[in-house]
T-cell receptor, first 113, second 115 residues
Framework: GDSVTQMEGPVTLSEEAFLTINCTYT??????LFWYVQYPGEGLQLLLK?????DKGSNKGFEATYRKETTSFHLEKGSVQVSDSAVYFC????????????FGQGTELSVKP | DVKVTQSSRYLVKRTGEKVFLECVQD?????MFWYRQDPGLGLRLIYF???????EKGDIPEGYSVSREKKERFSLILESASTNQTSMYLC??????????????FGPGTRLLVL
């Protein structure tokens, strides 16, 4: 079945460092791909998404490109801030699955001043 | 803004109790979902609903049931709580256009401890 695999955390960075969180997926069709973020004490919120190969999603300085050839959707940010400390989830949604999301295990990011 | 609210942020129950977790959304969304979140496992889908009185099993429905009597409200029921149901429970909703790129909107979560 479909699955999503993320790099294990926690990831600890200093402020202004470059961030990459790896995400790879397995899917039978052509899924849409998402990154959700969960700030401490809150529910998840959509960070960005991409719906077809080579699409780039971007929001709040974060970017991810849908790479069909490597089945990947890595999250990047050029300069992280303390306020980016959160748990990041990669997810996919397949056609004809009624909008169900399949999530990766989450990657905790901690940014130190 | 879409708002999804959950009835409790923290809940402590005893083994064998019947537990109700309530979720309400205010955007007239068709789809509603219940997930549980456990460290290292991400979010796993318990049940979802496409319409009033409709429900579908997710990946881990055992030990749970749901109720959707009104469009805006989706309840998760633990018929007889067990310690392995200690977890964070997240409710979500989406428009239900049948579009695979549609966004799910999440509530703040209920952290349930079963003693």
């Amino acid at each position: 079945g479909d699955s999503v695999t993320q790099m294990e955390g926690p990831v600890t960075l200093s402020e202004e460092a470059f961030l990459t969180i790896n995400c790879t997926y397995t899917a039978t069709g052509y899924p849409s791909l998402f990154w959700y973020v969960q700030y401490p004490g809150e529910g998840l919120q959509l960070l960005l998404k991409a719906t077809k190969a080579d699409d780039k999603g971007s929001n709040k300085g974060f970017e991810a490109t849908y790479r069909k050839e490597t089945t990947s959707f890595h999250l990047e940010k050029g300069s992280v801030q303390v306020s980016d400390s959160a748990v990041y989830f990669c997810a996919l949604s397949e056609y004809n699955q009624g909008g169900k999301l399949i999530f990766g295990q989450g990657t905790e990011l901690s940014v130190k001043p | 803004d879409v708002k999804v609210t959950q009835s409790s942020r923290y809940l402590v129950k005893r083994t064998g109790e019947k537990v109700f977790l309530e979720c309400v959304q205010d955007m007239d969304h068709e789809n509603m979902f219940w997930y549980r979140q456990d460290p290292g496992l991400g979010l796993r889908l318990i049940y979802f609903s496409y319409d009033v009185k409709m429900k579908e099993k997710g990946d881990i429905p055992e030990g749970y049931s749901v109720s959707r009597e009104k469009k805006e409200r989706f309840s998760l029921i633990l018929e007889s709580a067990s310690t392995n149901q200690t977890s964070m429970y997240l409710c979500a909703s989406s428009t239900g256009r049948g579009d695979i790129q549609e966004t799910q909107y999440f509530g703040p979560g209920t952290r349930l401890l079963v003693l």
